[in-house]
């Protein structure tokens, strides 16, 4: 009985080995997967912070790009109003220039006929008033 007994003790001894090893064995396959999906979650934060990232600089691009046409537009608005001034101002400048020069003609037609009506008397156009 002994013998039988002492292989039942082996058994017993070789078959809790062999569980111990089977959960050793277990929390190794279980430790892997815990860092493997972990490793993964990090990956994921990873790519979604350089992808936040990136949206962000683009934002930023854009935002520079807005900003830049509408300084540009405002620019061209000003140039326009400005030129728009300057060329009504050059216009109001001829039209006195016109009319200053006609004014002028007209006094020296007048002066003429007065000087005119002087020296000989009676011009044909103060007949023709009379």
Do not use: H, P
């Not at 930023?60 to 400005?82: C, H, I, K, P, T």
Request: hydrophobic residues 40%; proline residues 0%.
């Amino acid at each position: 009985m002994c013998g039988v007994a002492a292989a039942i003790g082996i058994g017993s001894a070789i078959l809790g080995i062999a569980s111990q090893y089977m959960a050793y064995q277990q929390a190794v396959a279980d430790t892997e997967f815990y860092n493997a999906e972990r490793k993964l979650q990090w990956q994921g934060a990873t790519l979604q912070a350089e992808s936040n990232r990136a949206t962000e600089n683009i934002r930023g691009l854009m935002n520079d790009n807005y900003q830049d046409q509408v300084r540009d537009l405002a620019d061209l608005a000003f140039e326009s109003e400005s030129t728009g001034i300057t060329v009504f101002q050059q216009q109001e400048q001829i039209k006195a220039a016109q009319e200053k020069r006609e004014a002028t003609i007209e006094s020296w037609k007048v002066k003429g006929k007065i000087k005119a009506g002087g020296r000989i008397g009676l011009t044909a156009d103060s007949l023709l008033n009379d």
